[in-house]
């Protein structure tokens, strides 16, 4: 599976911005997805997440209430609105595909759990 992220770019402090995530999979619906983000120097961390179907989805709690992951298996695609950005949501945000069973609740948070990612698109929100 190639992921293919865009749609990043500079974006004031309470604006709003939709990054996407396009992939090359034959059959995309059978992957979980998700995005994660990262600023030099420190661990990538866990954003979003959603269910090969769409029907499950999962934020970290700095994210909750402010941004939206989504999917469109028709087009094979993932997105992630984003609402309300602070400075600190400044990163390179990637997405990341996983078809694996999982053992345990909360994999989703575990960038080692996720088989692909994408190259990043950086969102930088100036204050």
């Known amino acids: 599976v190639q992921l293919q992220a865009s749609g990043g770019g500079l974006v004031q402090a309470g604006g709003s911005l939709r990054v996407s995530c396009a992939a090359s999979?034959?059959?995309?619906?059978?992957?979980?997805m998700g995005w994660f983000r990262q600023v030099p120097g420190k661990e990538r961390e866990f954003v979003a997440a959603?269910?090969?179907?769409?029907?499950?989805?999962n934020y970290a709690d700095s994210v909750k209430g402010r941004f939206t992951i989504s999917r469109d298996n028709a087009k094979n695609t993932i997105y992630l609105q984003m609402n309300s950005l602070k400075p600190e949501d400044t990163a390179v945000y990637y997405c990341?595909?996983?078809?694996?069973?999982?053992?345990?609740?909360?994999?989703?948070?575990?960038?080692?759990?996720?088989?692909?990612w994408g190259q990043g698109t950086q969102v930088t929100v100036s204050s």
């Open positions: 990341t595909a996983d078809g694996s069973d999982h053992s345990y609740s909360s994999w989703y948070k575990d960038k080692s759990e996720y088989d692909y």
């Open positions: 999979a034959r059959t995309f619906s059978p992957y979980d």
């Open positions: 959603i269910s090969w179907s769409g029907s499950s989805t």
